[in-house]
Nanobody, 124 residues
Framework: QVQLVESGGGLVQPGGSLRLSCAAS????????MGWFRRAPGKEREFVAA????????DYATTVKGRFTISRDNAKNTGYLQMNSLKPEDTAVYYC?????????????????WGQGTQVTVSS
């Protein structure tokens, strides 16, 4: 079984930055796609970003493209989401997830393992 634990969330002012981490245990994730999703209050969970096993390809939601960067360190079995130029509308619980595929995928149903989430609040 795979366990995912997110960290790095918190309160930040608009325009600020945060770096989320997703530490995996249970098995190596180096052969699978990793993704980040978020759920804002009153909304459904939505795709944020994904990265292929090698890290050679990435995909971003339009709302975060150019501001967020997804990366991974397979040696550490850890994924990251660097979030810059944060806006109040980025406020949400952020989840990391792993899909048993080598492709970039965006839908919730294509991901098999999920973390418990970390809260990100962007407010002045």
């Amino acid at each position: 079984q795979v366990q995912l634990v997110e960290s790095g969330g918190g309160l930040v002012q608009p325009g600020g930055s945060l770096r989320l981490s997703c530490a995996a245990s249970g098995r190596s994730l180096s052969i699978w796609t990793m993704g980040w999703f978020r759920r804002a209050p009153g909304k459904e969970r939505e795709f944020v970003a994904a990265i292929t096993p090698s890290g050679g390809a990435t995909d971003y939601a339009t709302t975060v493209k150019g501001r967020f960067t997804i990366s991974r360190d397979n040696a550490k079995n850890t994924g990251y989401l660097q979030m810059n130029s944060l806006k109040p509308e980025d406020t949400a619980v952020y989840y990391c997830a792993v899909a048993r595929t080598i492709l970039l995928v965006r839908t919730n149903s294509e991901y098999h393992y999920w973390g418990q989430g970390t809260q990100v609040t962007v407010s002045s």
